[in-house]
T-cell receptor
Framework: DAGVTQSPTHLIKTRGQQVTLRCSPKSGHDTVSWYQQALGQGPQFIFQYYEEEERQRGNFPDRFSGHQFPNYSSELNVNALLLGDSALYLC??????????????FGPGTRLLVL | GDSVTQMEGPVTLSEEAFLTINCTYTATGYPSLFWYVQYPGEGLQLLLKATKADDKGSNKGFEATYRKETTSFHLEKGSVQVSDSAVYFCALLMTGNQFYFGTGTSLTVIP
Protein backbone atom coordinates (compact mmCIF):
# COMPACT_ATOMS: atom_id res chain seq x y z
CA ASP A 1 0.00 0.00 0.00
CA ALA A 2 1.63 3.20 -1.18
CA GLY A 3 1.73 5.99 1.31
CA VAL A 4 1.43 9.67 0.54
CA THR A 5 3.50 10.60 -2.49
CA GLN A 6 4.64 14.04 -3.61
CA SER A 7 6.29 15.39 -6.70
CA PRO A 8 8.72 16.76 -7.50
CA THR A 9 11.16 16.07 -4.68
CA HIS A 10 13.19 19.20 -5.30
CA LEU A 11 12.56 22.39 -7.22
CA ILE A 12 14.48 25.57 -7.91
CA LYS A 13 12.66 28.70 -9.05
CA THR A 14 13.40 32.40 -9.28
CA ARG A 15 11.53 35.26 -7.67
CA GLY A 16 8.27 36.14 -9.38
CA GLN A 17 7.79 32.73 -10.95
CA GLN A 18 4.93 30.35 -10.29
CA VAL A 19 5.17 26.78 -9.04
CA THR A 20 2.84 23.77 -8.82
CA LEU A 21 3.40 20.95 -6.36
CA ARG A 22 1.52 17.67 -6.49
CA CYS A 23 0.33 15.18 -3.91
CA SER A 24 -1.32 11.77 -4.06
CA PRO A 25 -2.94 10.73 -0.80
CA LYS A 26 -2.67 7.37 0.89
CA SER A 27 -5.10 4.83 -0.50
CA GLY A 28 -8.53 5.21 1.05
CA HIS A 29 -7.91 8.77 2.23
CA ASP A 30 -10.15 11.58 1.05
CA THR A 31 -8.73 14.63 2.82
CA VAL A 32 -5.52 16.44 1.92
CA SER A 33 -3.74 19.12 3.93
CA TRP A 34 -0.72 21.20 2.92
CA TYR A 35 1.97 22.53 5.23
CA GLN A 36 5.00 24.76 4.84
CA GLN A 37 8.05 23.87 6.90
CA ALA A 38 10.76 26.49 6.98
CA LEU A 39 14.25 25.39 7.93
CA GLY A 40 14.48 24.63 11.64
CA GLN A 41 10.78 25.21 12.24
CA GLY A 42 7.67 23.13 12.67
CA PRO A 43 5.18 22.74 9.83
CA GLN A 44 2.71 25.58 9.37
CA PHE A 45 -0.78 24.79 8.08
CA ILE A 46 -1.58 26.27 4.66
CA PHE A 47 -4.98 24.76 3.84
CA GLN A 48 -7.03 21.59 3.69
CA TYR A 49 -9.10 20.11 0.87
CA TYR A 50 -12.07 17.82 1.17
CA GLU A 51 -14.66 16.95 -1.49
CA GLU A 52 -12.72 19.09 -3.96
CA GLU A 53 -13.16 22.24 -1.91
CA GLU A 54 -10.90 24.24 0.36
CA ARG A 55 -12.35 23.59 3.77
CA GLN A 56 -9.97 25.45 6.03
CA ARG A 57 -7.11 27.86 5.55
CA GLY A 58 -4.19 28.98 7.66
CA ASN A 59 -2.56 32.39 7.71
CA PHE A 60 -1.17 32.38 4.16
CA PRO A 61 -1.74 34.97 1.42
CA ASP A 62 -3.85 34.42 -1.66
CA ARG A 63 -0.70 33.71 -3.65
CA PHE A 64 -1.09 30.22 -2.23
CA SER A 65 -3.92 28.31 -3.86
CA GLY A 66 -4.83 24.72 -4.37
CA HIS A 67 -7.03 22.19 -5.97
CA GLN A 68 -8.32 18.72 -5.26
CA PHE A 69 -9.28 16.32 -8.01
CA PRO A 70 -12.02 13.68 -8.04
CA ASN A 71 -9.44 10.98 -7.30
CA TYR A 72 -8.52 12.95 -4.12
CA SER A 73 -5.09 13.97 -5.37
CA SER A 74 -4.19 17.60 -4.86
CA GLU A 75 -2.07 20.45 -6.14
CA LEU A 76 -0.56 23.41 -4.36
CA ASN A 77 0.10 26.50 -6.48
CA VAL A 78 2.21 29.43 -5.41
CA ASN A 79 2.28 32.57 -7.56
CA ALA A 80 4.73 35.47 -7.56
CA LEU A 81 7.33 33.54 -5.60
CA LEU A 82 9.29 35.32 -2.90
CA LEU A 83 12.63 34.34 -1.38
CA GLY A 84 10.75 33.62 1.84
CA ASP A 85 8.73 30.90 0.12
CA SER A 86 11.80 28.68 0.19
CA ALA A 87 10.83 25.76 2.39
CA LEU A 88 9.85 22.11 2.55
CA TYR A 89 6.23 21.71 1.48
CA LEU A 90 4.50 18.78 3.08
CA CYS A 91 1.29 17.11 2.05
CA UNK A 92 -0.70 15.06 4.54
CA UNK A 93 -3.74 12.89 4.00
CA UNK A 94 -6.37 11.53 6.35
CA UNK A 95 -9.46 9.36 6.03
CA UNK A 96 -13.11 9.94 6.68
CA UNK A 97 -13.04 13.66 6.17
CA UNK A 98 -10.17 14.13 8.59
CA UNK A 99 -12.39 14.36 11.64
CA UNK A 100 -11.33 14.89 15.22
CA UNK A 101 -8.66 12.45 16.29
CA UNK A 102 -7.90 11.28 12.77
CA UNK A 103 -4.21 10.88 12.16
CA UNK A 104 -2.67 12.73 9.25
CA UNK A 105 -0.09 10.79 7.26
CA PHE A 106 2.66 12.86 5.72
CA GLY A 107 4.49 12.58 2.45
CA PRO A 108 8.25 13.09 2.08
CA GLY A 109 7.80 16.67 0.97
CA THR A 110 8.91 18.89 -1.89
CA ARG A 111 11.87 21.11 -1.17
CA LEU A 112 11.47 24.45 -2.93
CA LEU A 113 14.32 26.88 -3.29
CA VAL A 114 13.57 30.37 -4.58
CA LEU A 115 16.56 32.32 -5.87
CA GLY B 1 -5.46 30.66 20.06
CA ASP B 2 -4.41 27.04 19.96
CA SER B 3 -0.68 26.45 20.21
CA VAL B 4 2.04 24.04 21.25
CA THR B 5 5.20 24.88 23.17
CA GLN B 6 7.99 22.42 22.94
CA MET B 7 11.26 22.04 24.79
CA GLU B 8 14.04 23.60 22.79
CA GLY B 9 16.98 21.59 21.68
CA PRO B 10 19.24 20.34 20.55
CA VAL B 11 19.37 17.43 22.95
CA THR B 12 22.39 15.14 22.99
CA LEU B 13 22.31 11.88 24.94
CA SER B 14 24.44 8.82 25.27
CA GLU B 15 23.03 5.50 24.14
CA GLU B 16 20.76 3.88 26.78
CA ALA B 17 20.10 7.20 28.53
CA PHE B 18 16.61 8.26 29.59
CA LEU B 19 14.84 10.75 27.32
CA THR B 20 12.24 13.38 28.17
CA ILE B 21 11.05 16.01 25.72
CA ASN B 22 8.60 18.45 27.24
CA CYS B 23 5.47 19.60 25.43
CA THR B 24 2.70 21.83 26.72
CA TYR B 25 -0.31 23.08 24.85
CA THR B 26 -2.92 25.80 24.84
CA ALA B 27 -6.32 24.94 23.44
CA THR B 28 -9.85 26.25 23.79
CA GLY B 29 -11.37 22.78 23.74
CA TYR B 30 -10.26 19.18 24.02
CA PRO B 31 -7.63 18.44 21.41
CA SER B 32 -6.05 15.21 20.29
CA LEU B 33 -2.31 15.19 20.89
CA PHE B 34 0.41 13.69 18.73
CA TRP B 35 4.13 13.16 18.55
CA TYR B 36 5.66 13.02 15.09
CA VAL B 37 9.28 12.18 14.24
CA GLN B 38 11.27 13.44 11.28
CA TYR B 39 14.40 11.63 10.23
CA PRO B 40 16.98 13.52 8.13
CA GLY B 41 15.73 14.21 4.63
CA GLU B 42 12.33 12.65 5.23
CA GLY B 43 8.77 13.69 5.95
CA LEU B 44 7.01 13.37 9.28
CA GLN B 45 6.06 9.98 10.67
CA LEU B 46 3.47 9.47 13.37
CA LEU B 47 5.13 8.20 16.53
CA LEU B 48 2.17 8.08 18.92
CA LYS B 49 -1.06 9.82 19.79
CA ALA B 50 -3.66 10.27 22.53
CA THR B 51 -7.18 11.47 21.93
CA LYS B 52 -8.47 12.20 25.44
CA ALA B 53 -7.28 13.09 28.91
CA ASP B 54 -5.29 10.42 30.79
CA ASP B 55 -4.75 8.39 27.62
CA LYS B 56 -1.22 7.08 27.16
CA GLY B 57 0.16 6.74 23.67
CA SER B 58 3.06 4.36 23.12
CA ASN B 59 5.16 3.07 20.25
CA LYS B 60 8.70 1.74 19.78
CA GLY B 61 9.48 2.23 23.47
CA PHE B 62 8.30 5.85 23.47
CA GLU B 63 5.43 6.94 25.72
CA ALA B 64 3.44 10.10 26.36
CA THR B 65 0.47 10.70 28.65
CA TYR B 66 -2.22 13.29 27.95
CA ARG B 67 -2.35 15.40 31.14
CA LYS B 68 -5.27 17.78 31.05
CA GLU B 69 -4.53 19.26 34.48
CA THR B 70 -1.06 20.39 33.42
CA THR B 71 -1.91 20.72 29.68
CA SER B 72 1.10 18.57 28.87
CA PHE B 73 2.07 15.66 26.65
CA HIS B 74 5.72 14.95 27.48
CA LEU B 75 7.56 12.34 25.42
CA GLU B 76 9.66 9.76 27.28
CA LYS B 77 11.81 6.77 26.47
CA GLY B 78 13.66 4.71 28.98
CA SER B 79 16.68 3.78 26.90
CA VAL B 80 17.49 5.63 23.68
CA GLN B 81 19.38 4.18 20.74
CA VAL B 82 21.49 5.81 18.06
CA SER B 83 18.68 5.10 15.60
CA ASP B 84 16.39 7.41 17.61
CA SER B 85 18.38 10.43 16.43
CA ALA B 86 15.84 12.65 14.69
CA VAL B 87 13.70 15.75 15.16
CA TYR B 88 10.59 15.26 17.30
CA PHE B 89 7.46 17.38 16.90
CA CYS B 90 4.59 17.70 19.33
CA ALA B 91 1.26 18.58 17.71
CA LEU B 92 -2.36 19.13 18.61
CA LEU B 93 -5.46 18.66 16.51
CA MET B 94 -8.71 20.39 17.23
CA THR B 95 -12.05 19.56 15.67
CA GLY B 96 -11.31 22.14 12.98
CA ASN B 97 -8.96 19.61 11.38
CA GLN B 98 -5.95 21.89 11.62
CA PHE B 99 -2.74 20.61 13.18
CA TYR B 100 -0.68 22.96 15.30
CA PHE B 101 2.95 21.89 15.55
CA GLY B 102 5.67 22.82 17.97
CA THR B 103 9.00 24.03 16.66
CA GLY B 104 10.62 20.61 17.02
CA THR B 105 13.34 19.19 19.25
CA SER B 106 16.44 17.77 17.67
CA LEU B 107 17.78 14.64 19.38
CA THR B 108 21.24 13.20 18.79
CA VAL B 109 22.17 9.93 20.45
CA ILE B 110 25.87 9.13 20.61
CA PRO B 111 27.23 5.60 21.03
Amino acid sequence: DAGVTQSPTHLIKTRGQQVTLRCSPKSGHDTVSWYQQALGQGPQFIFQYYEEEERQRGNFPDRFSGHQFPNYSSELNVNALLLGDSALYLCASSPRGGGAGETQYFGPGTRLLVL
Amino acid sequence: GDSVTQMEGPVTLSEEAFLTINCTYTATGYPSLFWYVQYPGEGLQLLLKATKADDKGSNKGFEATYRKETTSFHLEKGSVQVSDSAVYFCALLMTGNQFYFGTGTSLTVIP
